[in-house]
């Protein structure tokens, strides 16, 4: 039985949340400039360069700050969308130079695109605080991924003469960098006439990963149509996709009532969720009731799931 991705994203999280703050290992820093480079090219991630100058010319406290944000579990689990590399300010001069910083930048973090553009920068103070920093990783990432879909991504897959691979390859870094703005286009492309089957099914999982409002309703609607991989597909979205599912749990709705109430209670876990002779049953008040239930338990649980994983999306 294959694991739906969200959450698999959403076991790792949870065990990284569960190390003591202590017990973090940290941001992993590469060394090698040109190697971080050619990595970020290969997994097309944004580099994060920590400028430093040499031991003697460092604040001890800025740094050790530094490196308890660094430790951070939500810094931490954000560093893993970039490339991570130390750099050497007497050693890089021409990078420094290149990105427009004086010469006496130190203990900054710059974000750089594989192609080597400078996309942003956090100074010294912002670096040393832990939710600054990530606020900032946060929507260096979100900034990057957009712009990775608008003018890479997006217009191979709006192009009908794009190749089987192309799209294959294309759906394959929006689902790794979870880009919600790509919702929209996948929407388009499943509308399209003889997609391929595994396109097709990639497109379903995807919409149900990113479990947008526009994702979430597309899948309904083929739901409605009794689309079979559609209605499979309902059940790996996320907390916040059942969320959205609400809007139909309703039983005037009798063709999507039980594939959305058998979806949002297997996204939210919820006890004891009611066979389907229940709804075959005539007492409307108790029907009602398990409704009413399940809509508060699939609030809270959307609510935390937000709290808990939004700055990962």
Request: charged fraction near 25%.
């Amino acid at each position: 039985m294959s694991v739906p991705r969200f959450a698999i994203a959403a076991l790792v999280l949870l065990t990284l949340a569960a190390v003591p703050a202590g017990a973090q290992q940290g941001i992993r820093w590469g060394n090698n400039v040109s190697k971080g480079i050619a990595q970020a090219k290969k997994v097309k991630r944004p580099l994060m360069f920590w400028v430093l100058s040499s031991k003697s010319r460092r604040d001890d406290d800025v740094e050790r700050d530094q490196r308890r944000a660094f430790a951070d579990r939500r810094v931490v689990n954000l560093s893993k969308r970039f490339v991570p590399v130390r750099l050497s300010r007497s050693q890089n001069p021409g990078l420094i130079k290149d990105w427009g910083l004086p010469r006496s930048t130190n203990l900054t973090i710059v974000f750089v695109s594989p192609s080597g553009e400078k996309i942003d920068l956090i100074g010294p103070t912002g670096v040393s605080n832990a939710q600054s920093l990530a606020q900032k990783m946060s929507l260096v990432f979100r900034a990057y991924r957009r712009k990775l879909f608008s003018e890479q991504i997006q217009p191979k897959l709006v192009d009908p003469k794009t190749s089987l691979a192309d799209l294959k390859t294309g759906l394959k870094w929006i689902s790794e960098f979870t880009i919600l703005d790509a919702d929209k286009t996948i929407v388009t492309l499943l509308e399209r006439p003889k997609l391929d089957a595994s396109v097709r099914k990639g497109c379903l999982n995807i919409l149900a990963q990113l479990s947008t409002r526009p994702a979430v309703d597309a899948l309904v609607g083929l739901a409605a149509e009794n689309d079979a991989d559609a209605i499979k597909t309902l059940a790996k979205c996320t907390p916040l996709g059942a969320e959205y599912m609400l809007d139909q749990l309703d039983l005037e709705n009798a063709d999507l009532f039980v594939p959305i109430y058998q979806a949002v209670t297997k996204i939210t876990r919820i006890k004891r969720p009611k066979p389907l002779g229940f709804w075959n049953g005539k007492n409307e008040r108790i029907k009602n009731e398990e409704i009413q239930r399940v809509r508060k338990h699939v609030q809270i649980v959307a609510r935390r799931w937000r709290a808990r994983y939004e700055d990962y999306r």
